[in-house]
């Protein structure tokens, strides 16, 4: 079993930053890709950031130029620093990593998720 634990959430005004880390425990040979979704209320979970193992990105078409994602594959931890936040980026983020739990077998894994609010 591999848990995935979020911090970082909260309440920040328009404009404002906030840094998200999410660190991945338990039972795993690796972590593949790991990344970030959102879901506001009403709304479809979105994709936000993920990264793979190598360290190639991909962004939600909403937050590129203002989140940036990394990852230290040594610590199974991913962060996600989000600048220049905006009202409607407020949601429950969950952190999202597809593992490698034996040499052919993945397992995709979610959080419990992080509140961030945004102000206006």
């Known amino acids: 079993q591999v848990q995935l634990v979020e911090s970082g959430g909260g309440l920040v005004q328009a404009g404002g930053s906030l840094r998200l880390s999410c660190a991945a425990s338990?039972?795993?040979?690796?972590?593949?890709?790991i990344g970030w979704y959102r879901q506001a209320p009403g709304k479809q979970r979105e994709l936000v950031a993920a990264i793979t193992s190598g360290g190639n990105t991909n962004y939600g078409d909403s937050v590129k130029g203002r989140f940036t994602i990394s990852r230290d594959n040594a610590k199974n931890t991913v962060s996600l620093q989000m600048n220049s936040l905006k009202p409607e980026d407020t949601a429950v983020y969950y952190c999202n990593a597809d593992v490698a739990v034996s040499r052919s077998y993945n397992l995709r894994y979610w959080g419990q998720g992080t509140q961030v609010t945004v102000s206006s």
């Open positions: 338990g039972s795993m040979l690796s972590i593949n890709a």
